[in-house]
């Protein structure tokens, strides 16, 4: 690991102009390209404390072994030198799209006295005309065969066109009325020239003209009777109108434009590229990368753009480019559009409209193509073993944790104090082992404590599972032989509540709930939260579990007793694993957190009966009518509702006792007290509204 400040430059050396910088390391490759506007000021960002660095930007420096750079005279200058570099060196600490294939363009050799039609990749040419690009080949061919009904225009390749010429005998597309044959003179080349340009017209998106004059001449065919020709013409618009139907028309006529849309997380981005021409989406293309430097979105905007039009000219830049956030500063990348295209690019955010609902669309694209990389990345199995091997190396466990257990805790300004805990078996998740709790040893906000309740009731549960002998008892009554503890400290169902039987084994014959341990315990946070998992653990006397933590801004490890977090490698595949961990533990908090904050605003008395369900709530409102008159019930009144018994009775009255009842509604007019039934509050139809604007009033961040 290199010293920074062994390699940099001294103070006046670096300019303070625009320019491009490289970083090298021992070896004298370039591990970094970068551009700037002022070269001093953004090489000193560089050279600060290490302690102040992103983690990604860290790592970078502490490799490199040397800096240069190269003046410009312009941010637009830079921006191109700065994609060369990239383009020529392929550092590795740039940001690096995976999907650098190129597309099939449908495309007219307009250069040839006799222009062809078909599917070309690569570098533009001279002279030739490109419609696209498009996802598949094979789309290209689709549309070509329908059009080739009424634009007849050559598509064979040069040894067929001459083979034809020599014989005298077209292909058999010639012969099927798919091909003007100009091979054996059918049309001349000025004939064959003008149905050429009349085939990029049409896909350009000039297409309401060929198909009124095609719709007048096939009337004027059948006034004259010559119906086989006005057949024909009529099976011509039905192609033209098909092959217009590929491409659905989502802008209005004549737009050119380009959608990109960006999809990411902490450690990987997906860029999603809609390609609109003639107001109808012609392409769509997309790429992954690994953010191994610290990148805004902006950022990976304008690398997605260096990267789209990077061998670009001309026509293939479209007038229009719609971004989710513009590069910063936008002006240069702006003017280096425009170069490339040798006339005025907007690029801009779609704010309302058609172009607003298509981007909409095209971020739906990049989010799923970012959740299925992760899913065909989580379910390769070697990949999971290693990213296994990789967290057991880093946290020097004896071996592979094949059972991983990740703890959240969720709340709203300390309201609603909840926890989660997911499972992940042989690197997949184990929905069936998650569990939730609620926070009841003390009020208010204190992620730490939280932390040291749940690990403690947690693992108290293991320990009286494990100690237990002969068949399981229901959960109270495990509950009630266990000292120290109670029915808070169950384990709560999907539904929020203690489960109150339970069967020896799993499906699989493995025990269920608590009895089962983890090789590891990862807490969501740092220090604090992992030395409050391990001292819950000391306390019951628990040393064969290992302990770390995830912390989110950073992505840095944190195991107990060090001052020093563990770094995995950016390509770790152990991190990536326990970042899934880790935000399926906060996605499955936060979720349960906002369950009991919106039950908590919809509650009413009977919410504070224990024991007391939502049928047997439902059953007593639809008996009484409302909970004023059930509140005015006598115990044998009550005692008659089905289900409902003596002991369940009075524990109602006197829940309905105890709660408040509300001041009486006055009308201000009269001064006449309104003596209306009260309404249901407490449960109600499946479909009935439920007011809930307290949560509007609330405002906060979920944790």
């Known amino acids: 690991m290199a010293d920074p400040s062994s390699y940099r430059p001294k103070p006046g050396q670096i300019p303070d102009s625009p320019g491009v910088y490289r970083f090298r390391d021992e070896h004298r490759r370039v591990i970094y390209v970068g551009k700037a506007k002022s070269l001093r000021q953004r090489l000193a960002n560089y050279f600060q404390d290490l302690s102040g660095l992103h983690p990604r930007t860290r790592t970078m420096v502490t490799t490199a072994a040397s800096v240069e750079w190269t003046v410009v005279s312009t941010e637009v200058e830079a921006l191109q030198l700065e994609y060369s570099w990239i383009k020529e060196y392929d550092p590795r600490f740039n940001v690096k799209y995976r999907d650098d294939k190129s597309y099939p363009y449908l495309a007219v050799t307009m250069n040839e006295e006799f222009p062809r039609v078909q599917v070309m990749r690569g570098h533009k040419k001279k002279g030739v005309r490109y419609f696209g690009p498009y996802a598949h080949a094979w789309a290209i061919r689709d549309t070509v065969d329908l059009l080739l009904r009424v634009f007849p225009v050559r598509t064979c390749s040069a040894g067929v066109f001459k083979n034809a010429a020599r014989t005298g005998r077209p292909c058999l597309l010639g012969y099927i ?9 059918r049309v001349s080349a000025e004939e064959h020239g003008e149905l050429s340009e009349e085939f990029c017209d049409f896909m350009a998106g000039r297409t309401g003209t060929y198909l009124r004059r095609l719709e007048k001449q096939m009337m004027e065919a059948a006034e004259e ?20 139907e590929k491409n659905a028309v989502v802008l209005a006529d004549a737009t050119d434009a380009d959608l990109i849309a960006v999809a990411e997380d902490e450690l990987e981005a997906a860029v999603q590229i809609f390609h609109v021409r003639g107001g109808r989406v012609r392409g769509q293309r997309g790429w992954v990368t690994d953010k191994v430097e610290d990148v805004t979105t902006g950022a990976l905007v304008e690398h997605a753009l260096q990267q789209l039009y990077g061998e670009e000219r001309g026509d293939s830049v479209p007038k229009e480019v719609l971004v989710p956030a513009l590069p910063e500063p936008v002006e240069p990348v702006q003017e280096w559009l425009t170069g490339r295209r040798g006339s005025n690019v907007s690029l801009r955010i779609p704010q309302r409209g058609d172009k607003k609902a298509l981007m909409e669309t095209v971020e739906r694209n990049a989010q799923q193509a970012l959740v299925l990389h992760k899913t065909r990345r989580a379910s390769d199995l070697t990949t999971r073993s290693r990213a296994l091997e990789e967290i057991a190396e880093a946290l020097d466990l004896d071996s592979a944790p094949l059972r991983i257990e990740c703890y959240d805790i969720s709340h709203l300004q300390g309201d609603d104090v909840v926890a989660s805990m997911v499972v992940f078996e042989d690197g997949l998740q184990r929905k069936s082992e998650y569990r939730r709790f609620q926070i009841k040893g003390f009020e208010g906000q204190d992620d ?43 384990p709560l169902t999907d539904a929020g ?40 653990l000391d306390e019951l006397g628990i040393d064969d579990i290992a302990v770390c933590g995830l912390a989110k801004r950073l992505e840095e490890v944190w195991v107990p007793d060090d001052d020093d977090p563990v770094v995995l490698p950016r390509s770790s595949e152990g991190l990536y694993l326990l970042q899934r961990v880790r935000d399926e533990a906060h996605r499955f908090a936060i979720t349960y957190q906002r369950t009991k904050r919106a039950k908590r605003f919809r509650a009413g008395p009977l919410d504070e009966v224990p024991g007391l369900g939502e049928t047997r709530k439902q059953a007593l409102i639809k008996h009484f009518g409302s909970v004023k008159r059930l509140r005015a019930a006598t115990i044998e009144q009550i005692c ?56 509007e009033e609330r405002r906060g961040q979920e944790t």
């Open 497 to 536: 509540e203690a489960p109150l039987t339970s069967s020896l084994k799993d499906d699989d014959g493995r025990p269920k709930r608590f009895a089962y341990p983890p090789q590891l315990v990862v807490v969501d946070g740092g220090q604090p939260q992992v030395a409050a998992a391990k001292r819950a």
């Open 640 to 695: 008659e509702v089905p289900g409902i018994g003596r002991k369940t009775a009075e524990t109602i009255a006197v829940a309905l006792a105890r709660a408040a009842s509300p001041a009486p509604a006055v009308n201000t007019a009269t001064g006449e007290i309104i003596d209306d039934e009260e309404p249901d509050t407490t449960a109600g139809s499946p479909g009935d509204p439920v007011t809930t604007g307290a949560p």
């Open 177 to 185: 009325g798919k091909c003007s044959a100009p091979c054996v003179g």
């Open 448 to 490: 730490v404590r939280s932390m040291h309740e749940v690990i403690t009731r947690r693992f108290r549960r293991y320990i009286a599972e494990k100690e237990r002998t002969g068949e399981w008892t229901d959960g109270e009554n495990a509950l009630a032989d266990t000292p120290g503890t109670s029915l808070a400290d169950a």
């Open 225 to 244: 009777m010559e119906y086989e020709r006005a057949a024909r013409l009529r099976d011509d618009i039905e192609a033209l109108k098909k092959a217009m």
